[in-house]
C-alpha cells in the first residue's frame, strides 16, 4: 500500500517549532503536495479539550502518570483518526510534537522512565514511528525568554528553569537513541534560515514528489 510520509518537530519552549511547521505547510501546499498539519496535544476535538485542561496553569500539579494518560488520550484519538487514515491517503504528515515530547516531558523531566514511556507510548499509537522527527535545539532560558514575548505562560511553561534544562538534556538522550530518524537544528537563528535548512534536511532524507516543483 502507498504510504505517505510522517514528519514530527520537537523542542522545548520557545524554539519555533509551530511557525516552522506552518511555513513548511505553506510551501509544500504551494508545490501540489498533500499535507496534514496536526500538533500534540490537540489535532482533534477531543484532542483539544484535552489540550485546554493540560496547559490550563489554574489545573496546578498533577501527578506525572495522570499527566501522560492525558497526553496520550489525545495522541491515540489523533492517531487514529487522523494521522493514519492521513498517511493511508499517502499525504505529507507534519506533526507539531509526538511521542518524543512525552519521552522527554514526563518520562525524562517528570522522572517517569525513558524506556517505560517510549513502551507506553508507542502501544496507544500503535508502533507509528516518525520517518523523520527535527529538534530544534534552544538553550531554554532564551527559549522561555522568547515565549514570555509573545503570549503568558501556560501551565508547562510555569515550571522552574531546572525543569527546562532537564528536559533539554532528555532530548539530547533521546536523539542519540534514536540516530537513524533525528535530526537536531540549532533553533537559536532567524526563522528564515530555520526554514532553509529544515527544507535541506526534508528533501534530503525523504522522498517528496512535489507536482508543481516549478511553481
Ligand atoms: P506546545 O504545542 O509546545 O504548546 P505551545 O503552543 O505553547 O507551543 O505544547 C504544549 C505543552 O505540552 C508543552 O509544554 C509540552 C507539553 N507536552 C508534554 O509535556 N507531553 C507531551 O506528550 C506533549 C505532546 C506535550
Known amino acids: 500500500m502507498k504510504r505517505g510520509q510522517f514528519v514530527t518537530f520537537e523542542g522545548g519552549e520557545g524554539a519555533g517549532k509551530s511557525t516552522l511547521v506552518s511555513s513548511l505547510a505553506t510551501y509544500f501546499k504551494a508545490k501540489g503536495v498533500s499535507v496534514l498539519v496536526t500538533r500534540e496535544p490537540g489535532g482533534t476535538p477531543l484532542g483539544e479539550r484535552v489540550r485546554s485542561w493540560l496547559l490550563d ?24 483518526t487522523v494521522i493514519a487514515p492521513a498517511l493511508e491517503q499517502g499525504k505529507l ?31 496507544f499509537c500503535r ?17 522561555l525568554a522568547r515565549r514570555k514575548q509573545v503570549s503568558s505562560v501556560d501551565r508547562m511553561e510555569q515550571e522552574e528553569t531546572s525543569f527546562h534544562e532537564c528536559l533539554r538534556q532528555g532530548y539530547l538522550e533521546i536523539a542519540r537513541r534514536h540516530q537513524d ?12 534560515s530555520l526554514l532553509r535548512e529544515a527544507l535541506r534536511i526534508l528533501h534530503q532524507q525523504l522522498h517528496i514528489e512535489m507536482p508543481h516543483a516549478m511553481g
Open 57 to 80: 496553569p489554574a489545573i496546578g500539579k498533577v501527578a506525572p502518570e495522570t499527566e501522560l494518560a492525558l497526553f496520550l488520550a489525545s495522541r491515540s484519538e489523533n492517531v487514529h
Open 93 to 123: 504528515v507534519l506533526c507539531d510534537r509526538f511521542n518524543d515530547s512525552s519521552v522527554a516531558y514526563q518520562g525524562h523531566a517528570r522522572g517517569l522512565g525513558i524506556d517505560v514511556v517510549e513502551e507506553v507510548s508507542s502501544f
Open 127 to 143: 508502533g507509528l514511528i516518525p520517518d523523520l522527527t527535527l529538534y530544534l535545539d534552544i538553550d531554554p532560558v532564551r527559549g
Open 181 to 192: 530518524r533525528f535530526v537536531i537544528l540549532n533553533a537559536e537563528r532567524s526563522a528564515e
